[in-house]
């Protein structure tokens, strides 16, 4: 689904420029989004290897940890979701959810976290094999995810999200967390356009390096930027400009974004666009990604 946004009550030049979205995120609020398909492939690949059970990790409020949950249960797979901080309770909403859809939750000192959230696919194995002795999980029918899907079955995933897009945009945005639904943009747009991400984390080099990875090992040279004006201080920081902002965009275009990635991915380019850092005439596509799992009941 596409839907033009009225620039107007928030640019008073708008430049003659076209923002439009595509909304994933109407697709499936728990599980779909960006997310549906860095899962597509790694679940195939999963089947393929006859695994029984999907292990991946996440922050407390993760979209990853509530769409892999919610993909396993569809498919009948076991899950087990290593989770950054400490066990507490009562159970937010996402981690509620996802117990209460059969994951098993494991919990980790932000320490170790950091250890696995670094570590290259072969190290994160022998990392959380550990872990899942620990709590009498049979490591080997578990296929293992990385957080936020991103490996390069995600990345494969993410090249097949404009698919179905039929118009020529000049520039294709999203919000940025990993980069690497920035990577598969980059990797599937025309050569005539750009993959534009907001970052909503403060790492560039993890970001761009991860980008970087994904199109020279497939020789893909898709022209992107990664624009870190716009993060808040950092990932899931906000202030009550941002606040407000997500607030009132939601209201007045009837399409529910939140702080974390896409408001800051909206209000990233609503700058821009105020500040002329899109040609006059420019035909934009903003990806809504989705994320709004936590602010489900």
Not at 148 to 176: H, P, S, T
Not at 177 to 201: C, D, E, R
Not at 208 to 221: A, G, K, R, V
Not at 266 to 272: A, D, R
């Amino acid at each position: 689904m596409i839907i033009n946004i009225d620039l107007s009550f928030f640019i008073a030049d708008t430049l003659q420029i076209q923002l439009n979205v595509l909304r994933l995120d109407a697709e499936d609020v728990i599980a779909g989004g960006n997310k549906s398909y860095k899962l597509k492939y790694n679940i195939e690949e999963a089947r393929n290897q006859n695994k029984k059970c999907i292990v991946t990790l996440g922050g407390a409020f993760s979209n990853h940890i509530a769409a892999v949950v919610r993909q396993c249960k569809r498919e009948n797979l076991k899950s087990v979701g290593i989770i950054r901080g400490d066990d507490l309770l009562p159970r937010n909403i996402t981690l509620k959810r996802a117990e209460e859809d059969g994951m098993k939750l494991i919990f980790v000192s932000r320490k170790d976290y950091r250890e696995l959230r670094t570590a290259d696919e072969t190290l994160l194995q022998s990392l959380i094999n550990p872990l899942l002795e620990q709590n009498s999980i049979d490591t080997a029918t578990c296929y293992l995810v990385p957080e936020g899907g991103n490996n390069r079955l995600g990345f494969k995933g993410c090249c097949e999200i404009l698919n179905q897009q039929k118009a020529d945009y000049d520039f294709v945005c999203c919000a940025a967390g990993t980069g690497t639904t920035l990577a598969g943009l980059a990797a599937s747009i025309k050569p005539h356009q750009t993959a534009v991400g907001i970052a909503a984390v403060k790492d560039y080099d993890f970001i761009n390096n991860n980008i970087s990875t994904y199109l020279s090992h497939d020789h893909l040279h898709g022209t992107y930027k990664l624009i870190m004006d716009y993060t808040f201080g950092g990932f899931g920081k906000s202030n009550a400009e941002l606040r407000d902002f997500t607030e009132e965009f939601s209201t007045r275009n009837s399409i529910a974004i939140e702080p974390v990635y896409t408001g800051k991915m909206f209000y990233g380019i609503l700058q821009m666009i105020k500040k002329g850092e899109f040609p006059e005439g420019s035909n934009i596509l903003c990806v809504h990604t989705g994320g709004l799992q936590y602010l489900q009941p």
